[in-house]
């Protein structure tokens, strides 16, 4: 006997901006940029903004989409994205008025910058393109040029209050990044 298999073309997943997200200050994506900003609130939560004004842009987009298709899944997927843009909005606030939230965070960026680098070292050496760790550690802090992908910028900005804020009524959710590789 032959069984069925449903099969889908899922589409490569994409990790740029959207084509209207021209207001969105690029730095706000730099490990580097994001790791100095301890400082001024002011200006990390306006770049902040942006880019989550930037992606209620595109929520509305989709929503409009998926309500002229009837896709009623998609339809449910564009509210939990609303929610989305509001924990992110919780987060920017937390850091544009809590002073160890801001070192926490731009620390945190620190401590993935290094990462970054030490990834990209070990990697050159699996392609002997470098020598042995122990023979030339790579500059920890010259992660100048690493960037987050939206959605990790995003997932970041989603749980900072709630780290923060022990009576955050998200602490009781567990937050997991998902999409499909290809």
């Known amino acids: 006997s032959t069984n069925f298999l449903p099969t889908a073309d899922v589409p490569?997943?994409?990790f740029a901006l959207p084509a209207g997200a021209a207001e969105i200050d690029s730095r706000v994506l730099s490990v580097d940029?994001?790791?100095?900003?301890d400082g001024d609130a002011t200006m990390l939560a306006g770049a902040l903004e942006k880019f989550v004004g930037a992606y209620d842009a595109w929520v509305v987009e989709?929503?409009?989409a998926a309500a002229d298709a009837g896709e009623r899944e998609a339809l449910a997927l564009s509210k939990r994205?609303?929610?989305?843009?509001t924990r992110m909005r919780r987060g920017i606030k937390r850091l544009g008025t809590d002073a160890n939230a801001r070192r926490a965070f731009a620390t945190a960026?620190?401590?993935m910058g290094a990462q970054m680098v030490l990834t990209a070292h070990g990697k050159s050496i699996a392609r002997g393109g470098a020598s042995a760790p122990?023979?030339?550690?790579?500059?920890m802090t010259a992660f100048g040029g690493r960037d987050?992908?939206?959605f990790q910028l995003a997932f970041f900005l989603r749980v900072v209050d709630g780290m923060c804020d022990v009576k955050a009524t998200d602490r009781?959710?567990?937050d997991v990044i998902w999409f499909p590789t290809g």
């Open 12 to 14: 490569l997943a994409t």
């Open 33 to 37: 940029w994001l790791s100095r900003q």
């Open 62 to 64: 989709e929503k409009r």
């Open 81 to 85: 994205a609303e929610e989305w843009s």
């Open 109 to 111: 960026n620190s401590a």
């Open 134 to 139: 122990q023979d030339s550690l790579p500059d």
């Open 148 to 150: 987050w992908r939206p």
């Open 172 to 174: 009781t959710v567990a």
